[in-house]
């Protein structure tokens, strides 16, 4: 990934890989044919995490706790791999294959629709884009020296205030349990 945000993925080549780990080119394409490959296999747990957070969010019963979960799950998700989500966000060849992938372009998709939810009509696709582009530029190299919770909360009330969501009301000591769980 280091190599991919330093040179693009089209940049980068096979052989800069394997300098870079140390091994062979061969070694490379015994495990991997195509840098292709080796970007879907980099990518495919932050893609498993993705499709987890989506589909818990496509439960939740409203529009707004719909895309307070995957706006959340999605900036925890976006810190946590900073390198990934710069590469799959801003460079052009790293989308264009990874879109190309049926499965991947739908998750993008599931993803603006639940975002795009809030607001109707084309505010709300114009919001959502705003967000996850801004999350996908905010987590890349020019913040490394913010630390990840400071980068988090940063995120989470940016991405809120652009969606019109508030955050979620915090029961207090004095509401029984049956009084919180009717509040979530």
Known sequence: MRL????????????????????????????????EDLL?????????????????????RTP???AEHLLTGYVALAVEHRAVVAVF????????????????????????????GVTPGPAGHVNATMVMAGIAAATGPAMLSLDDDALRQHLIEAGRRALGLRAPRRP?????????ASIA
Not at 89 to 113: F, K
Not at 172 to 180: F, G, M, S
């Open 172 to 180: 207090t000591r004095d509401e029984t349990p049956h009084q919180q």
């Open 40 to 60: 879907t296999t980099v990518v495919e747990p932050v893609l498993e995490q993705l499709r987890g957070i989506i589909g818990t969010a496509e439960t939740k």
């Open 89 to 116: 966000a801003t460079d052009a060849g790293a989308i264009e294959m990874l879109c190309a992938q049926p499965e991947t372009s739908d998750l993008v998709d599931r993803q603006m629709a639940l975002l795009a």
């Open 64 to 66: 707004h706790a719909r």
């Open 4 to 35: 991919f945000t330093r040179h693009s993925f089209a940049g980068t080549s096979l052989q800069m890989i394997a300098d870079e780990l140390g091994v062979t080119k061969a070694a490379v394409y015994h495990h991997f044919r195509t840098r």
